[in-house]
């Protein structure tokens, strides 16, 4: 039985000198319908009022392409040039009264100025002098993008279409959802393993209680009273003389230059994101740059078979639009950090508010899961997001007494095997790192060194990477594939 197709009516608001961007505009909604509304039964109908008008008796023909087409878009893409146009009953010209009016509607609005170069002969005074007044109303709203060629409008418009269908889908599922499905967290947030999770207040404890054992296995150093390890061996209690003081002293600096090596090197590549063709982007910035996306692709493991498939095939401006969407949600939260997390009073996953990572998409189904989004976001913001990796989690794992919720049961060609919690919740994975900080903190705090607040998940990330090379062999054996015995 063939699948009812939605249609959203994208309306094109521009004076007569907008050409060659309506035809971007109807090319890239086409490739959008193609290569993603096809597998969402959702297609955009780019209309105008060229197109899409006819004329009627008694009705002002602005009045006529408002009650035809306007009040029928469901998106309203305005552009200008160097034409404002000409007044109508209610505006200074009918493209002004149409994008007032979807404002007033409350309608989705991409508002766009070219400042394309232009001969002399063609620009008349008065008319670019009401452009510019129109979009400097709209300034302090940041309403709108500017572009100087029409290359560069492809690339902006194919990343904003995608980004607002997005928006609109996720919108439209919440609305259907029935009263009591909207109380669950978004789709992206959600763990779709399966894995039944614990108290975090549990969680936490088992991290307080081993905490001290592990110290004393990663640095070297036995607190007084700690000298017994999980598994029952007796350690020699170690004075605390200098060669141990300096030891410590080297590690840890050795961890802080490690985090601003790799935060400084992606950022600089990821900051001039603008100036990379898409497929160099893809190719060489985030293949090679993001160690997690190089070490997957490099990796000979078979379980990442399925990531080098999908890496493959996947489009790179969506590779591009992810990204973007990324560095949007590393800002959005710089400039909106939740009081809690200011004031260093976290006690809950739920305090870290980890909402701007759903609007947008900031994860790309096969290509960008949890884990490397969390190594730009915190490459960006060491302070502010963890890095979630397969190592660290295997190092909760251990660090809790084998919490179950850090592992999956995964079966693959046949045969059984153990394996990290690759969707692991990411608010939970952040609240677990930031204990395991402040418990390095208090500790170093003995030694009178001071941590550096600011890669405090510099410093978790990397204790829990050593937490996991101290398991390595007993990581090997339950990852090994055997047999499902039926």
């Not at 418009?157 to 889908?169: E, K």
């Not at 802080?256 to 603008?274: P, W």
């Not at 590393?330 to 305090?351: A, F, L, Q, R």
């Not at 937490?467 to 015995?485: A, G, M, Q």
Request: hydrophobic share 35%.
């Amino acid at each position: 039985m063939p699948k009812e197709t939605k249609t959203f009516i994208l309306f094109l608001a521009c004076p007569t000198d907008i050409v060659e961007e309506k035809n971007i505009v109807r090319t890239l909604c086409t490739e959008w319908n193609r290569l993603q509304g096809e597998a969402k039964n959702v297609r955009i109908e780019v209309q105008d009022w060229e197109t899409h008008a006819y004329p009627i008796y008694g009705l002002h023909p602005q009045e006529a392409i408002n009650q035809q087409v306007l009040n029928h878009a469901d998106i309203v893409v305005g552009m200008f040039w160097t034409k404002f146009g000409f007044p109508t009953k209610t505006a200074d010209s009918a493209t002004e009264e149409e994008i007032l009016l979807s404002i007033k509607k409350q309608l989705p609005l991409m508002l766009y100025f070219s400042d394309k170069p232009i001969k002399p002969s063609l620009l008349i005074d008065e008319q670019n002098k009401k452009v510019i007044d129109f979009k400097n109303q709209h300034r302090a709203q940041n309403l709108y993008w500017t572009f100087s060629s029409e290359n560069e409008f492809k690339k902006m418009f194919r990343r904003h279409i995608s980004d607002i269908m997005n928006l609109i889908l996720s919108e439209s599922l919440v609305k259907e959802l029935p009263a009591d499905e909207t109380k669950h967290p978004p789709e992206e947030e959600i763990d779709n393993t399966g894995v039944e999770y614990g108290d975090p207040k549990d969680i936490q404890s088992l991290i307080e209680k081993n905490f001290k054992v592990y110290w004393s296995r990663v640095f070297n150093i036995i607190d007084e009273g700690e000298n017994v390890l999980p598994n029952g061996m007796k350690l020699s209690k170690a004075n605390k003389n200098k060669e141990e003081l300096k030891a410590l002293k080297q590690k840890l600096a050795e961890w802080e230059q490690r985090i601003k090596d790799y935060c400084e090197k992606l950022q600089t590549s990821f900051d001039r994101i603008k100036e990379y063709d898409q497929d160099e982007l893809k190719n060489q910035i985030f293949a090679e740059e993001l160690w997690t996306v190089h070490g997957a692709l490099k990796n000979p493991e078979r379980e990442l078979d399925r990531y080098r498939h999908s890496f493959e095939k996947a489009e790179a401006y969506l590779i591009r639009d992810t990204i973007e969407n990324i560095l949007d949600a590393v800002n959005t939260y710089k400039n909106n950090i939740p009081e809690k997390i200011s004031s260093g009073k976290e006690k809950t996953p739920d305090d870290f508010k980890y909402s701007i990572l759903v609007h947008p998409p900031t994860l790309l189904r096969g290509v960008i899961g949890k884990g490397i989004r969390s190594e730009i976001l915190h490459k960006y913001a060491p302070d502010l997001f963890t890095l979630m990796t397969r190592k660290s989690i295997w190092g909760l794992f251990y660090l809790t007494n084998e919490s179950r919720e850090f592992v999956v049961d995964d079966t693959y060609n046949g045969q059984f095997r153990t394996i990290h919690n690759y969707d692991y919740l990411y608010d939970h994975f952040t609240f677990y790192n930031y204990i395991i900080f402040k418990l390095l903190k208090t500790h170093l705090a003995k030694y009178k060194i001071v941590a550096n607040d600011k890669l405090k998940y510099g410093y978790a990330n990397l204790f829990l990477i050593e937490i996991e090379r101290l398991h390595k062999k007993d990581i090997d054996k339950l990852k090994k594939p055997h047999k499902v015995n039926v």
